[in-house]
């Protein structure tokens, strides 16, 4: 094969350096670390695993579309990926002992969220453009579950461990995340705006803060899962 010339050089390690940015590299961190440490005795977290490599999979694949087949769009996968993993962190948080008694109201939410995913994609903004109102409205859900499992483990009688405890890492990240998400969409106008007077990707760089908390949150929360699992009788 011949080699490449310098211009194709370049740009094809430039088109690399947009599929690993730290938002990537924090996800490939994350999967690796729920290989790790959520064998099948941990229960319902083993679906992370999945998760991540969907996460992963989708990645990949939007920026194969945009840089290899140049598609002009390539929402649809990140929109359904969305759906999944929102009604996700919504779901599992049924399984943590201060959310037993709010089995119900995770219900409602879960259905409200999907409902409205669902007809968000199907009726109304569609498949080819982002969804940006079922991820505002998911966020925000996700902010409100983080929220009482935060005041239910306060009402907690016995005492926790919050720093070796999965949940309390999982809904630290996921409440960082969901409500800067929802900062972002509101100023997202200036910002970018502000990216195209300095040149300086504000939007981007909180972006990258956002995920690189959210996925390390998820690599303790998967260290604290495995050893509560493996402490645990029977």
Same mark, same amino acid.
């Given at each position: 094969?011949?080699?490449?010339?310098?211009?194709?050089?370049?740009?094809?390690?430039?088109?690399?350096?947009?599929?690993?940015?730290?938002?990537?590299?924090?996800?490939?961190?994350?999967?690796?670390?729920?290989?790790?440490?959520?064998?099948?005795?941990?229960?319902?977290?083993?679906?992370?695993?999945?998760?991540?490599?969907?996460?992963?999979?989708?990645?990949?694949?939007?920026?194969?579309?945009?840089?290899?087949?140049?598609?002009?769009?390539?929402?649809?996968?990140?929109?359904?990926?969305?759906?999944?993993?929102?009604?996700?962190?919504?779901?599992?948080?049924?399984?943590?002992?201060?959310?037993?008694?709010?089995?119900?109201? %995770?219900?409602?939410? $879960?259905?409200?969220?999907?409902? *409205?995913? #669902? !007809? +968000?994609? &199907?009726? @109304?903004?569609?498949?080819?453009?982002?969804?940006?109102?079922?991820?505002?409205?998911?966020?925000?859900?996700?902010?409100?579950?983080?929220?009482?499992?935060?005041?239910?483990?306060?009402?907690?009688? %016995?005492?926790?461990? $919050?720093?070796?405890?999965?949940? *309390?890492? #999982? !809904? +630290?990240? &996921?409440? @960082?995340?969901?409500?800067?998400?929802?900062?972002?969409?509101?100023?997202?106008?200036?910002?970018?705006?502000?990216?195209?007077?300095?040149?300086?990707?504000?939007?981007?760089?909180?972006?990258?803060? %956002?995920?690189?908390?959210?996925?390390?949150?998820?690599?303790?929360?998967?260290?604290?899962?495995?050893?509560?699992?493996?402490?645990?009788?029977?």
């Amino acid at each position: 094969m011949p080699e490449l010339s310098l211009v194709t050089q370049y740009m094809s390690m430039n088109n690399l350096s947009t599929l690993f940015n730290p938002t990537v590299i924090a996800e490939w961190i994350a999967f690796l670390a729920a290989l790790r440490f959520l064998p099948r005795r941990v229960g319902v977290w083993r679906l992370f695993v999945l998760l991540l490599l969907a996460t992963i999979l989708v990645e990949t694949g939007g920026w194969y579309s945009t840089y290899i087949w140049k598609k002009t769009t390539n929402q649809w996968i990140f929109n359904i990926l969305m759906l999944v993993s929102n009604a996700f962190w919504i779901w599992i948080f049924r399984f943590a002992e201060p959310m037993h008694k709010a089995g119900r109201p %995770l219900r409602v939410l $879960f259905t409200a969220f999907v409902c *409205f995913g #669902l !007809a +968000n994609l &199907l009726f @109304f903004q569609g498949f080819w453009v982002y969804n940006s109102y079922t991820d505002i409205f998911g966020d925000l859900l996700v902010a409100v579950v983080c929220c009482y499992f935060f005041y239910a483990s306060l009402q907690e009688e %016995l005492f926790r461990d $919050f720093l070796r405890y999965e949940y *309390f890492w #999982l !809904a +630290n990240g &996921l409440l @960082f995340s969901s409500l800067g998400s929802m900062v972002l969409y509101i100023f997202i106008d200036y910002l970018y705006a502000f990216k195209r007077h300095t040149q300086i990707n504000v939007y981007g760089y909180i972006n990258y803060g %956002l995920n690189i908390i959210l996925y390390g949150s998820f690599v303790i929360a998967f260290i604290c899962r495995n050893r509560n699992t493996r402490s645990s009788p029977g």
